[in-house]
């Protein structure tokens, strides 16, 4: 005689939350350093995109809102600078980094229109990672 044994099923507790997610926008025209800034970024919980200039960098925004941007200030249509009001008037919690050449004018004025930092270029990879992780977290 065969005996049946009744098994609950398992309960199984799913996670249906992902990973909190980063999302990074590199607004800059030089393909060499945009891709070094995205190899030295990527971490598996970032999400980078790249735009290389002015126009692009608005229709990204206006589709996807990233967490940072970092804006260099010297773009092929224009400068980085310019578009610091918009940021701040139609997405106030993007954080921007502004990179760019050591020109102590253009911090001043990045800094005063809303940039959170300014990295003068050349900067070390610890700058970059210790201002990206303040601005992150």
Known sequence: MARFFYYPPKTVFMSTSKPA?????IVEDEGDLCLLLELMLSD???????????????????????QLILLDNRLPDGLGLDLLPYLKENHPSVRVIMISGKDETAKDLALENGAHIFLGKPFSKEKLYSSV????N
């Open 21 to 25: 997610v980063n999302k990074i926008l």
């Open 133 to 136: 992780h303040a601005l992150l």
């Open 44 to 66: 598996g919980k970032t999400s980078i995109d790249h735009v290389k200039n002015l126009k692009a960098a608005r229709e990204f925004i206006e589709t996807e809102t990233p």
